[in-house]
């Protein structure tokens, strides 16, 4: 995703002389081609991120739309003061771009991971918060950001990911990557779409056509932007992000409670745990195996609330 993130920030800055980049001493080998086609608007920081987001703020009360761009945690965690009180407060138009969000960087341990982001900046004011599940995502999301500036996090993986379905465009409505049949949908966020669709593809042999539906955007929300959801008996939330206030919670505040979501999230047992982001993946149990396992659970309770009573 991070390529495709460059990728689209060049096109971009292209055609918007505003956009500016600035990078916390990482990136190498990715965001060259940006610096080298626009060295008067790019800037590495230096491992020193909490400056980083001041000087981004700066740069955009000047009339710059800067897009920041560090490792997951580093730019949100360590930075939160700077982004409640110098981006969200005063309404900059400022994007912070976490590369790696979720499990990507595991081997380094729990200080790298991003777990938590989603929760936390979901409580910004005045904060749009994109989660692509794809680079086709990504890029569109990329797109979307630089037409409408603001004060923006954008949460990508670290490289790798396959491209999983076309899509043109982003408007805050869930995006329907694969229909189906059941009264069941599957509803994923960020880089976890490939395991659910996964998912999807075991069901499917026992011809169970499980709707999959993909969310970038998750903040702002409204019942209204979530009606194509409403409909369904039940959904199954994927997510590498903990239980708490990432993309269940948001169901849940946003969808009528007739709809009972279903949370498949990262385990608090693996912070104590340092393995690739695969081996994190099947200890939290946010794998296809488990989620097709979830997703019959909730049909089997939905078809025996179903039954007539004798």
């Known amino acids: 995703?991070?390529?495709?993130?460059?990728?689209?920030?060049?096109?971009?800055?292209?055609?918007?002389?505003?956009?500016?980049?600035?990078?916390?001493?990482?990136?190498?080998?990715?965001?060259?081609?940006?610096?080298?086609?626009?060295?008067?608007?790019?800037?590495?920081?230096?491992?020193?991120?909490?400056?980083?987001?001041?000087?981004?703020?700066?740069?955009?009360?000047?009339?710059?739309?800067?897009?920041t761009y560090s490792i997951a945690n580093f730019p949100t965690l360590r930075c939160l003061e700077q982004i409640r009180n110098d981006i969200c407060y005063h309404n900059l138009p400022v994007t912070v771009v976490a590369v790696g969000g979720g499990l990507a960087y595991g081997n380094l341990g729990y200080s790298h991971h991003a777990v938590q982001d989603i929760a936390i900046l979901r409580t910004?004011?005045?904060?749009?918060?994109?989660?692509p599940g794809d680079p086709g995502e990504t890029k569109e999301c990329v797109s979307w950001l630089s037409i409408n500036p603001r004060p923006s996090y954008l949460r990508i993986g670290k490289a790798g990911e396959k491209?999983?379905?076309?899509?043109?465009?982003?408007?805050?409505?869930?995006?329907?990557?694969?229909?189906?049949?059941?009264?069941?949908?599957?509803?994923?966020?960020?880089?976890?779409?490939?395991?659910?669709?996964?998912?999807?593809?075991?069901?499917?042999?026992?011809?169970?056509?499980?709707?999959?539906?993909?969310?970038?955007?998750?903040?702002?929300l409204s019942p209204s932007s979530l009606s194509i959801l409403a409909p369904y008996r039940a959904l199954v939330a994927v997510e590498e992000h903990v239980p708490q206030g990432g993309l269940a919670g948001a169901l849940r505040e946003n969808l009528p409670h007739s709809v009972p979501i279903h949370s498949i999230s990262v385990s608090e047992s693996i912070s104590s745990m340092v393995g690739s982001q695969s081996f994190l993946r099947n200890e939290s149990g946010i794998t296809s195996n488990h989620i097709e396992s979830v997703f019959r659970h909730a049909l089997i309770q939905w078809r025996s609330f179903q039954l007539p009573t004798p």
């Open 163 to 220: 491209s999983l379905h076309e899509v043109r465009g982003i408007d805050g409505i869930p995006l329907l990557v694969r229909p189906g049949t059941t009264d069941i949908a599957l509803v994923s966020t960020g880089g976890i779409l490939d395991e659910t669709l996964a998912a999807a593809d075991i069901l499917s042999k026992d011809g169970l056509m499980a709707p999959v539906y993909s969310m970038p955007w998750l903040k702002p």
């Open 1 to 67: 995703m991070r390529t495709a993130f460059i990728n689209e920030l060049i096109v971009q800055a292209r055609q918007h002389p505003e956009i500016f980049l600035i990078v916390g001493d990482l990136g190498f080998s990715v965001i060259e081609p940006f610096a080298s086609e626009f060295p008067d608007r790019f800037l590495n920081a230096g491992i020193a991120e909490q400056n980083m987001t001041g000087v981004a703020a700066g740069l955009a009360s000047e009339g710059y739309h800067v897009f």
């Open 124 to 131: 910004m004011p005045n904060l749009t918060l994109l989660a």
